[in-house]
């Protein structure tokens, strides 16, 4: 499994659904502060409990994200991991482990949220995303 050369990274971005509602420019500018990481089958990405430092996105391979509860969550290619923790700034709720060998596109927490300091164009198209994907709100029945 090779890496990404930047215009595939950009390419790639452009085809998550977290950021569906980013003009070009606004996926460039996330892809700059992407790191790439090639994973083999069953190293651990991160540990349920530990600090929120980045968030994901697997572009090949899987990702198996599970909870002490038990819960298991398969990702593959396109699927974004670590996001809600670090807008929540909660830890870690689940241990995050490659399943296979898996390239990934991480973003630290810190230049996530510089990024998002200067951009708040970028802010608008991630809520509208995050808002696209939440349940609609629970409406109370009059008596």
Known sequence: MTELARIETVVFLQTVELLASCSAEQIL????????????????????GGPADAL??????????????GDERVLGAGQTFGVTEILSGRLRTGSATASEETLVLAIEADDFFDLLAHNIEIVKA?????????PPPATRESP
């Open 29 to 48: 500018r996330i892809s700059a502060i992407t790191r790439q990481h090639l994973l083999p089958a069953g190293e651990v990405i991160y540990r349920e």
């Open 56 to 69: 994901y996105f697997v572009v090949r391979g899987q990702v198996s994200v599970l909870k002490s509860s």
């Open 126 to 134: 991630l809520f509208r995303q995050l808002l696209d994907k939440a």
